[in-house]
């Protein structure tokens, strides 16, 4: 069933793929902590497969999802991959044996990384990779991006993304190639869920100034913005929708470039996201909802 919009464009360019303006977070298919396998793998594979019905064709993930566990699920559930689907994935991080996340952003790191994704995704090209930049002392953001560049020359990588940078990054990084979007955080919760350092408006601003995607993560504030005694209730139940609709709905309203990409691990509540596209907000609506109006 095609995605209907209530707001804005309903399709957006990611390098030279054409995406739907609502995609899909794979960190919530692995079992608690983004760590190892699901309880029930079969119901994994069911939201994907009925994201692909409802339309999406851009699935975010990332090798250390599990690790490994995400990539693998959407490999068994979708492979051989429809024709307009788009896999992007995530390099910068690895995950220890205690469960913790670490930086792996040098040259190896990232190779290796790719090598990763390739393999459990079955793909011989990633569409799309995302530098996920994570402060450290082992090498610089151009370092990174640099290598990740070298990385994309040998044909490996189709486009190349950001993800947790700040404006002066993204200002650097189009300097030296073309960014197909951002991956950052940015929700309506305000200032307590905004990473307020990344400047997350003048992100957001160059983003539309260039057409750039903008992707943004945790975009229902890991639950906080849907609990049912939440602030969001009051003006949900005016909107004639759940909280978390009109959570994403707000920023699909937000900005033409915002491609929001909500994860779970259950049909139904991938089916209430989706709803999220067919809930109007008034300007005056939109003011009143979030800071970041």
């Known amino acids: 069933m095609p995605l209907r919009f209530a707001h804005g464009p309903e399709t957006i360019r990611v390098g030279d793929f054409k995406v739907r303006r609502f995609g899909f977070g794979a960190m919530r298919l692995p079992g608690k902590e983004v ?3 699901p309880d029930d793998p079969a119901r ?11 339309g999406i064709n851009l699935i975010d993930t990332a090798w250390y999802y599990g690790p490994f566990v995400a990539n693998r699920l959407i490999a068994e559930a979708l492979h051989p991959y429809p024709s307009d689907l788009v896999i992007a994935t995530k390099l910068g991080a690895r995950r220890n044996p205690d469960k913790s996340w670490v930086p792996a952003l040098t040259a ?8 990763h994704d390739l393999r459990t995704l079955r793909l011989e090209q990633l569409p799309l990779v995302h530098l996920r930049w994570v402060e450290q002392t082992e090498v610089t953001f151009e370092e990174a991006l640099d290598a990740l560049i070298a990385i994309q ?26 960014i197909a979007c951002v991956q950052n955080l940015f929700n309506m919760g305000g200032p307590g869920h905004q990473l307020d350092t990344a400047r997350p408006e003048a992100v957001l601003a160059a983003c539309e100034e260039r057409g750039i995607a903008f992707l943004p993560f945790f975009p229902l504030a890991i639950g906080s913005l849907t609990s049912a005694g939440g602030a969001l209730a009051a003006a949900a139940k005016r909107h004639n929708c759940t909280p978390a609709q009109l959570a994403l709905a707000w920023l699909l309203a937000r900005s033409p470039v915002m491609l929001p990409i909500p994860g779970t691990s259950k049909v139904a509540h991938l089916d209430e996201n989706v709803g999220a596209l067919h809930v109007t907000i008034d300007h005056t609506a939109l003011a009143e909802l979030g800071p970041n109006a």
């Open 108 to 115: 190896e790191a990232l190779l290796e990384g790719v090598e």
């Open 153 to 178: 020359a040998t044909g490996k990588i189709r486009h190349i993304g950001l993800s947790g940078i700040t404006f002066e990054q993204l200002e650097i990084a189009v300097a030296r190639t073309p």
């Open 35 to 37: 760590w190892g396998e």
């Open 44 to 54: 994994a594979h069911a939201v994907l497969r009925r994201a692909i019905e409802h």
